[in-house]
């Protein structure tokens, strides 16, 4: 148990986290202006008016002005809802989002599928998979071979940024000058850079949060299936819940209907070695780096319909590979019983025979939640920044959309799975 000393708050702050140690303040820097027009897209329903009060009060007591929110009772959608305030675009409740490290969830079911038709084992080494060539003069950790499927999705694969203060996902210029290489960097600088990086931990002691890990995974996944990452992911996991909106997102431009980010924040960019000053959402860092690791974007209801997929009788993962995602590990149980399982945190309930799993996701212009209940409920929450001048907290989020569904005093029976997936 000794993995992991920190407090569940603790650690949902770390989750999804990115780097922003070289980010410096840009007063007014794609803020909203401070008078706000409240608008919200979607169906209304009035024995959900909970949600919609809280997401308002949410936003605008920050001045976010792009948010989203899908809820599900007992594997019916009941809500889907887009929120602009003060926004130069009308949000709907398809627009697209970064959803930052949410995205793990579907790497980690990326990998258990793979393990599913028997392409790879939850116990194979990364050696069987990556190239662990370190740069010239440099020796690998012995260690490393030692890494396997469970530890890299697990968060105990050795790697640990706190100790280090080094999350690689966020040192692109670091890199770049280690190697002798151009910015934007690829996965293979990055990968070949810590390749000749020593671990903290031994694998399998310690959980910690690894970016890193993630970035790993994704490219085992290309490696063992053939394919691109995100095609996939689009073909073994997202085509059969009917969800084609989802794609792996640009540091720049937008996808059509994807929304602005916002940050009052700017940094040097890390697309090429200008050195230039960039609001911090539009290359501070590379989202190309983080594909595997935090570079989805998605709507709020199909992040509702992908959670979907972890329920009993999913058509993209069985049994085994639903009790792979969310196995107690042999180390990082918490006190009061949560864990990280595969790309999930996971807390068991109702006497252990229930668990309540969720996951955060945050980067510069992004804080985005998805958690799905023991008692049959799920939402999905998205918005376009995670910074603002009030200095108020955004996992503040969690607890109120929890206090929203208490609220609730009759679910209504409707079902809207077949507004937005044909």
Known sequence: MDGMKVSR?????????????????????????????????????????????????????????????????????????????????????????????????????????????????????????????????????????????????????????????????????????ALGVPMELHHKDVIRFMNGQPLVHNPGSTVSYSNYGY??????????????????????????????????????????????????????????????????????FSMRLQDANGGWIASAVDLARWASAFDTGSTVLNATSLNRVFAVPTVGVNPDGWYYGLGWQVRPVSGGTGRNTWHTGSMPGTYSLLVRTYHGMSWAVVFNQRDDPSGLSYGAIDSALWTASRAVSSWPSHNLWSTYFA
């Open 9 to 177: 708050r603790t650690f949902g702050k770390l989750v999804g986290a990115a780097g922003t140690g070289t980010l410096v303040g840009a007063a007014g820097v794609g803020l909203p202006a401070a008078a706000a027009t409240w608008t919200a897209t979607g169906t209304a329903v009035t024995a959900l008016r909970s949600f919609d009060d809280t997401m308002k009060s949410f936003m605008q007591a920050r001045g976010i002005s792009a948010g989203q929110l899908a809820v599900t009772y007992q594997g019916r959608l009941v809500l889907a809802r887009g929120y602009g305030n003060n926004s130069p675009e009308t949000i709907q409740p398809t627009s697209l989002f970064r959803v930052a490290s949410l995205s793990k969830s579907l790497t980690a079911a990326a990998i258990v599928r793979l393990a599913q038709d028997g392409k790879l084992t939850m116990g194979d080494s990364i050696a069987k998979h990556i190239d662990l060539t370190p740069p010239a003069g440099q020796a690998v950790d012995p260690r490393l071979p030692q890494v396997t499927m469970w530890r890299l999705l697990q968060h105990t694969s050795g790697w640990d940024r706190d100790q280090t203060a080094f999350d690689p996902l966020f040192k692109d210029r670091i890199i770049a000058q």
């Open 215 to 284: 970035l790993l995974a994704g490219r085992v996944i290309e490696a063992v299936s053939g394919l691109p990452y995100e095609t996939y992911v689009k073909q073994k996991l997202l085509a059969p819940l009917k969800i084609t909106r989802m794609a792996s997102g640009w540091s720049i431009t937008r996808h059509s209907g994807e929304v602005g980010y916002r940050s009052q924040y700017s940094g040097p960019t890390v697309l090429d070695g200008s050195g230039s000053t960039v609001p911090a959402p539009y290359g501070s």
